[in-house]
């Protein structure tokens, strides 16, 4: 028999066929797509994600060089490193700012399998930069306090030297020959250029630390060469042949020597304690604050460690 033309009701489920596989086609199409999509995400954000670990670890030779720093001794060596510190801390900061930002802009598309990492590199970068914060003031108080501290014992050295060679000049002295007065000169100009140079090392010292107030030592020393300028003037008279006058300086001397030791009892025994109490009233505070901030990194780290093994 000759086939038989389509019925109106078989056109329409053909159609409905047509139609149905187009949809499911669109379907897989767009399946595709947003798995596409999302594997190119996640791509992306694991990249940036290894972006942000990289952006850490520039930023880490920064931040041990002031760890290490900041647990060294005082130093002419320790200021001039914390003065370049200083200069690269801005550079340091900011890689961690943008290790955090592009952290943030990854996070939503990360594979739950890196979650956790990302969120611990979070924590340590974070860490740092509270460690970094709080070391500005704490490398500042460095470089000054060791601009001021070796000087300050350079000058106290000095002193005691030119109190031992004052004292020879006064023992030469109280022999009363011309011999001997003559020595006690010598000796005292000596003692006076030690006690000069000390009181500009001093001076030196407060300016670079006016906290440590070592103007006291600077005075003790301007009392010490007004001394010394008596006893210059007995040796003058004595030398010159009128006694009279030589005495009269010696009881100048002996009065002025009283009231130095008395003002010698109101000082330290070393500008090192005074410089030490401003360093801490400097960075004692922040000195706190960056440890709590290491501990904070020392902890962000064991965790990142956990995770990425």
Known sequence: ????????????????????????????????LYG??????????????????????????????????????????????AGELLEALPDASAELDLALKTLAGAAPDLPGDRISEAEALADSARAR?????????????????????SPALAAWDLVLEAEKIADQSVAEYNKLTKDSATAAQTLGTQAGQKLTEARTQFAASDKALPGAKLSRFTNYVDEKLKLLELSKKAISSFLAGDNATANEFSNQFNAKDKQIS????????????????AYEAMAGVSTDKYNAARDEATKADAELARVTE
Request: no cysteine.
């Open 36 to 81: 596409y999509r999302v594997s190119t995400a996640r791509r992306a954000a694991v990249e940036e994600l290894d972006k942000a670990t990289k952006l850490l670890q520039s930023a880490d030779l920064v931040v041990l060089e002031v760890d290490d720093l900041i647990r060294q001794k005082l130093s002419d060596e320790v200021g001039a490193q």
């Open 129 to 149: 930069q509270d460690m970094l914060l709080s070391a500005r003031p704490i490398l500042e108080a460095n470089e000054k306090v060791a601009a001021a501290l």
């Open 262 to 277: 008395a003002l010698a009892k109101t000082l330290p025994e070393s500008p090192s304690g005074p410089i030490a109490d």
């Open 1 to 32: 028999m000759p086939d038989m033309p389509d019925t109106p009701r078989s056109a329409m489920s053909r159609t409905g066929i047509i139609v149905l596989v187009i949809v499911v086609l669109a379907i897989a199409v767009g399946a595709g």
